[in-house]
């Protein structure tokens, strides 16, 4: 195990490319199948999906998300059958997310209006240098928080403390545990520490959202609602009052809709879900885009003459505009094939034998999908390496889990259910980063100059912060 590094999607994929694209690794007692082509994971999604529909446990997993009550690793069956059946029809079907807009596009406005300050005082004390991966950061946060608890977790000392509450729980999350791979070692993880760092931070986050829950169910808030939701009765759709997602899950839990009947740590575990994979996912993504396009003023350049005309001199950026942006969606495709934001995605495990390209693989293999390296498969990419959006722009290859040489998402039944969601936010966020702003790198650094350098964890993004300068443009 040690042989894969810091990152391991890398360290797989130059063994793919010298041992093929599917291979049987021996980590600690774990027999782990790591595929890398899209070919073995179509095999393994779609061909033979119900076989690999389980996840692998670890403790860590278990203290964390209520002991599998969740969506991403919970046991295939009736219960994850029903918990993914409530993700989406009830939190994330296109209807929730229409009606939701009205908060993508508060929360844009506020991005729009920090940067344009920020350039401002810039020019007058001669800086106006932008920290890009931090706005991004609070910006995604204050948008799932909005819409998963009805209200924003960023600002002064209580905002510090759950961003950090939230960082420790991804880190965890993603970590590694000598119990899962090395059973008989696992005491380690209590003498360095992890097994109470785990037990801190589920902890925390247990009396978190039992706050949220309390205060949604607090009668003197009910008796407020109307108010709570005022701003949005111009914007809501007739989608149940402007629910946010604990509403929803509150709901199902007090009337049993639809015949489903689950209880507080289920609800819990949901939010957990939606906030931590929609947060870090959809602010990764507009971090490596924002870089891609300063390293490439070309594809910048492209990018914002589409957004631009096709807004004809309007401030405003429409659901409609947004469908005929066709660069855009290039860009954010290209984006995630470069760099899904979950480069391995979340493992699987065979339930039963089976034959995957004419390999026996044994019951209890765990299986790890290298997104990474599928997308950057030069038997499927020409110039793999390379951020060429316009690759995209007479190909139907969507990320959506159909196509499986682009997968960020994962596919299949275990596909993840938010896409469209994290999609909404950041082709809105983009479009208006490029129809209110020129961009540059500060200091005289060029694009090619820019450090690439990647974090390390369960999902990658910038180890450096993405440091810009925006001219906003005259009409604005």
Same mark, same amino acid.
């Given at each position: 195990m040690h042989h894969l590094g810091i990152y391991p999607h890398r360290s797989l994929q130059k063994l793919a490319r010298k041992h093929g694209p599917i291979m049987l690794l021996q980590l600690g007692s774990v027999k782990t199948l790591v595929i890398s082509s899209a070919e073995a994971a179509q095999e393994i999604m779609k061909t033979n999906d119900l076989n690999f529909l389980n996840r692998p446990e670890s403790e860590v997993n278990r203290k964390l998300l209520y002991d599998f009550r969740d969506v991403s690793v919970a046991p295939y069956g009736e219960y994850w059958r029903q918990m993914k059946s409530i993700c989406v029809l009830q939190l994330l079907s296109n209807k929730r997310i229409q009606s939701i807009?009205?908060?993508? %596009? %508060?929360?844009?406005?506020? =991005?729009?209006?920090?940067?344009?300050?920020?350039?401002?005082?810039?020019?007058?004390?001669?800086?106006?240098?932008?920290?890009?991966?931090? /706005?991004? /950061?609070?910006?995604?946060?204050?948008?799932?928080?909005?819409?998963?608890?009805?209200?924003?977790?960023?600002?002064? %000392?209580?905002?510090?403390?759950?961003?950090?509450? /939230?960082? @420790?729980?991804?880190?965890? =999350?993603?970590?590694f545990d000598f119990g899962t791979f090395l059973p008989w070692l696992g005491w380690i993880d209590r003498v360095n520490g992890l097994t109470a760092r785990v037990e801190r931070i589920a902890k925390e986050m247990d009396e978190f959202l039992?706050?949220?829950?309390? %205060?949604?169910?607090?009668?003197?808030?009910?008796?407020?609602?109307?108010?709570?939701?005022?701003?949005?009765?111009? @914007?809501?759709?007739? #989608?149940?009052?402007?629910? #946010?997602?604990?509403?929803?899950?509150?709901?199902?839990?007090?009337?049993?809709?639809?015949?489903?009947?689950? #209880?507080?740590?289920?609800?819990?575990?949901?939010?957990?879900?939606?906030?931590?994979?929609?947060?870090?996912?959809?602010?990764?993504?507009?971090?490596?885009? /924002?870089?891609?396009?300063?390293?490439?003023?070309?594809?910048?350049?492209? =990018?914002?003459?589409?957004?631009?005309?096709?807004?004809?001199?309007?401030?405003?950026?429409?659901?409609?505009d947004l469908e005929k942006m066709k660069y855009l969606k290039a860009v954010i495709k290209e984006t995630l094939r470069l760099h899904p934001p979950i480069p391995l995605l979340v493992p699987r495990k065979a339930i039963k034998d089976a034959k995957i390209m004419d390999y026996d693989i044994s019951a209890g293999t765990m299986v790890i999908t290298n997104a990474f390296a599928i997308g950057r498969d030069p038997l499927l990419w020409e110039d793999a390496d390379e951020f060429k959006p316009e690759r995209f722009l007479n190909s139907c290859i969507d990320f959506i889990g159909q196509d499986f040489q682009l997968i960020p998402f994962g596919a299949g039944r275990r596909g993840c259910p938010g896409i469209s969601f994290a999609m909404a936010t950041n082709e809105h966020v983009l479009a208006n980063l490029m129809l209110k702003f020129n961009w540059n790198l500060p200091n005289g650094i060029q694009g090619e100059d820019l450090d690439m350098t990647e974090c390390t964890g369960l999902t990658i993004h910038r180890k450096i912060p993405l440091l810009a300068v925006a001219t906003p443009m005259s009409r604005f």
């Open positions: 807009r009205y908060i993508r %596009e %508060e929360e844009t406005d506020l =991005l729009i209006n920090k940067i344009g300050e920020g350039s401002r005082i810039g020019w007058s004390s001669g800086g106006g240098v932008l920290n890009l991966s931090e /706005m991004f /950061m609070t910006l995604t946060n204050d948008v799932v928080s909005r819409a998963a608890f009805g209200r924003k977790y960023s600002e002064g %000392e209580n905002g510090r403390k759950f961003r950090k509450m /939230m960082s @420790e729980f991804v880190s965890v =999350l993603g970590g039992e706050t949220v829950l309390e %205060e949604h169910i607090d009668s003197d808030r009910r008796k407020n609602y109307s108010e709570r939701k005022v701003t949005r009765d111009h @914007e809501n759709d007739g #989608d149940q009052s402007g629910e #946010d997602f604990a509403d929803v899950l509150l709901r199902i839990y007090k009337d049993k809709a639809a015949g489903i009947s689950i #209880d507080r740590d289920s609800i819990k575990a949901l939010l957990v879900d939606i906030f931590s994979g929609g947060t870090d996912t959809t602010y990764t993504v507009l971090e490596w885009a /924002m870089t891609q396009l300063l390293r490439h003023p070309k594809a910048m350049k492209d =990018l914002q003459t589409e957004v631009r005309e096709i807004t004809n001199g309007r401030n405003e950026i429409t659901d409609q």
